[in-house]
């Protein structure tokens, strides 16, 4: 059609007004605005009424639509007019108009070519203005997933400083300057029950970055937070202190320093005895959310551990100055127990280590061999791991639950566990491993209380095996092994027994698979997460028929090659959509 003017005005809420782009003849004038209380306007009486308008005689047929002519903004004078209102859904988005500079130039077939582009351009105007908000929620994500992140690494550095410490009362200070990064804790203070006497020892207090002397308090004062935390074996949890106190105290006491408005006091447990507690406080009412009490309990965990550590530590120094003033008389005796010492306290500190395996030990002990690991953003609940006894590899592939930031560091409770259990258990097959590490996990996350009852946990595939004889034991809980020989895959399939359910709430014990491996064999372990991601043409699950197939496809590449096909497949699949899950896949060739 003649369409010496074209443009689109679309509606700004906020100023109820329409902002225009126009192109008139190939040049283009921005942001011209018009009032939509000027009823004068054409454009506004198109919005304002929901009027379609044609109009081939400007100069005769305005009064149809407005009082008098009205001047354009910018621009010649146009004869031939058609204004349509654009809607989405019945609601009113803004308006599209062509305009000639001659007469005569319409009819109803141009205005339902107009129409139809009014459809077309109402959907793209709702479609950008989705985008901008999608960005802004993009943006805002964003920003948290970043503290998110530095919140956990901070966690992660704390936790290690607390584990790796033989000596927990010089890591106290520097535990209160780093969870004042975390949340409000102007006074934190780390408590002990003594048992035996009753008592609840005030030993690590801090106040305004200051220690605070050490004190007792007995297990009789009944207007004590301490007192109830220990006895009920629960959280307190207040963020108004002058009015939130009755639910544990008959009345609030400050033993020391200013009076707290807000609280946290979580008990520190050994196993199902309460052996303290770990508390923060903040002068602000409102101060903490579940998100603060997440943070306290993992703290917690940690600060359990580092305790043991240290009373270990001490048992073991004391022997060693037991043994080292004999040492006159007993000069070889000695030199050998001070050497098993020495070496427990190296093992000792190993096991504390909560780190994962680098990937290049897996090529150390299987040299044919890959690790494909995908963390999904920020933290993995995946993880890999190996270790060698003898002529026997043993190693798996675990992907972890969990909610919060409890949850994020319970791949460490698995790393260490798995690594007691075959370093320090000497327990090498997979079925028996599983079963420790069952009740290692359950003895840890569970406590039988009714209100907050963990239900986190692993499900896991392991293997050990033999580089001699080529003999592989397997056992699974819930996740498979895949073994590929002669271009036919073969599905060993797990338990259906979740790591962390424990022995008393489920009576099935795990199998332990024996295959004789052959020559060019190929086994797979590996968690959910690459089957599980969604992408491809329809958005939808990459599946393990899917999986299965790739891994046949790929087969007769050497082991690096499959790594980069697997990594290289995901990432096309999932194109521009966001990783779901983590990914962890171990590829072995015999």
Known sequence: MKADVFGIGIWKEDSNILSFDYIEKGKVFESAVYNLNNNNRLACVCFNKKQNILINEYDREYKSYIQKIAPPIAGENTQSIIYFPLTIKEKKVGVITVQSIGKNAYS?????????????????????????????????????????????????????EL??????????????????KLMDANILGVRLFNEKKQEIEYKYDYEDGIRDESLVVSMND????????????????INDNKNEYKKYVNKVVVVTGEFPQSLIFYPLRKGKRVIGLIAVQSLQKNAYTKYHLNILKTLGHYTVIALENARHYEIMEAEVKKRTREVVLQKEIIEDKNKNITDSIHYAKRIQDATLPDLGLMKKYLENSFVLFKPKDIVSGDFYWIEKKGDEIIFAVVDCTGHGVPGAFLSLIGHNSLNQIVNELGITIPSEILEELNKSVYKTLQNDLAEGHIQDGMDMSICSL??????????????????I???????VKGDKIFIG??????????????????????IYLFSDGYADQFGGPKG????????????????NMNMEEQHQNLDSSIIKWQGNLEQID?????????
């Open 108 to 160: 109803e077939y141009h205005l339902n070519i107009i129409r139809n582009l009014a459809a077309y351009a109402s959907i793209a105007i709702e479609n950008a203005s989705l985008y901008e908000s999608m960005e802004e929620e993009v943006k805002s994500r964003t920003i948290q997933l970043e503290q998110s992140y530095n919140n956990i690494e901070l966690l992660n550095k704390i936790g290690q």
């Open 163 to 180: 584990i790796s410490t033989l000596d927990f009362e010089s890591v106290t200070e520097r535990l209160y300057k780093n969870v004042n």
């Open 222 to 237: 009944q207007d004590n937070y301490s007192v109830w935390c220990i006895k009920n074996n629960k959280e307190v949890f």
């Open 466 to 483: 033999n580089i001699k004889t080529n003999i592989l034991q397997f056992s699974g809980a819930y996740n498979p092994l895949y073994l």
């Open 485 to 491: 020989r002669s271009e036919t895959i073969q599905e």
């Open 501 to 522: 359910s424990g022995n008393e709430r489920n009576k099935k014990n795990f199998n332990n698979t024996v295959i004789q491996l052959e020559k060019n064999d190929c």
């Open 540 to 555: 939808k699950k990459f599946k393990y028929s899917r999986f299965k197939e790739l891994l046949i496809h790929i087969n």
């Open 582 to 590: 983590d990914v962890c896949i171990i590829g072995i060739k015999i």
